[in-house]
């Protein structure tokens, strides 16, 4: 009779240190055999066959593959398809007594658990899920009713009052255990047999120096100097512990930990009103009559618009995947009130091109520029792309770097008035307002 194993599968915490699922996974008496799923579900929606974040995703687990042979004479399995198809394949392979995974709080994640979870139950497999993404989740920090903060400040405060220094202990690396399954070497699926390509983007190493944290107050809303940490990506796909780098932060910089905290916030909205992925949290503002002009967009999209410091923003996102966060906001608010266009449209958009992509943080911050969020920027809050530069980029630094044109007569005029825009806009969501 074969021996029971547990699985451990890899998702959002791509790292064999610091990994609370596989921690637990590990600390059992069974052998463990890791597994990560290149799902179709998510795949398959992706235009860019060059896509980074694809690229980024095959290397970490091409490396945490190489350690595991080398070090553990293990290795990570991989497998291309649906979700549950797959598990329930791995299941029928292997004598399987309990599969480990972290947390996954985004509403196909959830759907998808819930399925799996279904599947395994039917079997008499255990489900054992763990958090890991983040300090704090789902009803960790709520008012004193129970109910889910919908402002920022108040929910920080909580978050902070809250937290504790074994909060932010590390689990012992997975390193240190040695009932890894011995396996054959087995090689990750190319890309190729995927119908993806390797991206000639590049995406920097996760490297929080106390530099960074030392002037992120005074720098971070420096487009020019760029002082700030590259670390969403890593966060996102869980390249680096958030108990790490929050432990780090404590103490150094209060400004930096407290960017942890709203993404810790927008997650814990996404959580409890899943609608907000496609609805307006604010329903009084369903009623806005957007123009949703293609060709305005497409403008947008190129960083044509006439506005220096609007398309040196896009044209750094469209060139590299990243983009100032002080960029991302002005950008953000150009195309909802200038353009008066869906937020909808503009965050599909840094959902395709944002290599540090997160559902929650994209959905959370362009619903607050467009003012129709939780915490939102009010709507008569319409940022001037003509003084912000004078605010951020005075010099035009940052604007040279990604506009080679911007002093020549190829540079496009500008597409729209500023304050024509800004009063159709007041008009615009007034009239919105009143209807409901």
Known sequence: ?????????????????DNCGLYHALKGDEEVLPFFIFDRQILDDLK???????????????????????SKG??????????????????????????????????????????????LKEQGIAFNTFKDQVIFEKDEVVKDNGEPYLVYTPYSKKWLDTLKDSDLDSY???????????????????LKEMGFKKSS??????????????????????????????????????????????????????????ELIWREFF????????????????????AIEWRNDEKDFEKWCKGETGYLLVDAGMRELNKTGFMHNRVRMLVASFLTKHLLIDWRWGEAYFAQKLLDYELSSNNGNWQWAAGTGVDAAPYFRVFNPI??????DKNHTYIKRWIVDYDKSTYPEKMVE?????????DTYKTAINKT
């Open 387 to 392: 003084t912000q530069v004078d605010k951020f």
């Open 1 to 17: 009779m074969s021996k029971k194993i547990n699985l451990f599968w890899f998702r959002r915490d791509l790292r064999l240190q």
């Open 267 to 286: 997650m814990t909205i996404l959580y409890h009103y899943p609608k907000v992925v496609d609805h307006n949290f604010n329903a009084k503002y369903d």
């Open 418 to 426: 500023h304050k024509f825009a800004r009063e159709r806009a007041l």
């Open 48 to 70: 860019d066959r060059n896509d980074a974040r694809l690229s980024f995703i095959h290397q970490e687990l091409r490396d945490i593959n190489q350690t595991l042979q080398q």
């Open 172 to 190: 012992t690396s997975g390193l240190m255990f040695d009932n890894w399954k011995k396996h054959q070497a087995e090689a990750l699926i190319p």
């Open 201 to 258: 983007l590049t995406i920097p190493n996760a490297n929080l120096t106390d530099h960074t944290l030392e002037v992120y107050e005074d720098e971070r809303d420096s487009p020019p100097k760029d002082s700030t940490s590259r670390l969403g990506v890593h966060l996102r796909f869980g390249t680096v512990s958030v108990r790490e780098v929050a432990k780090q932060a404590k103490g150094k910089s209060l400004t930096f930990l407290k």
């Open 74 to 119: 293990s290795t990570l399995l991989s497998r291309y398809g649906h979700a549950v198809d797959e598990i329930k394949k791995l299941c029928e392979e292997y004598d399987v007594k309990a599969i480990y995974a972290n947390h996954d709080y985004e509403p196909y994640a959830k759907e998808r658990d819930e399925q799996v979870q279904q599947l």
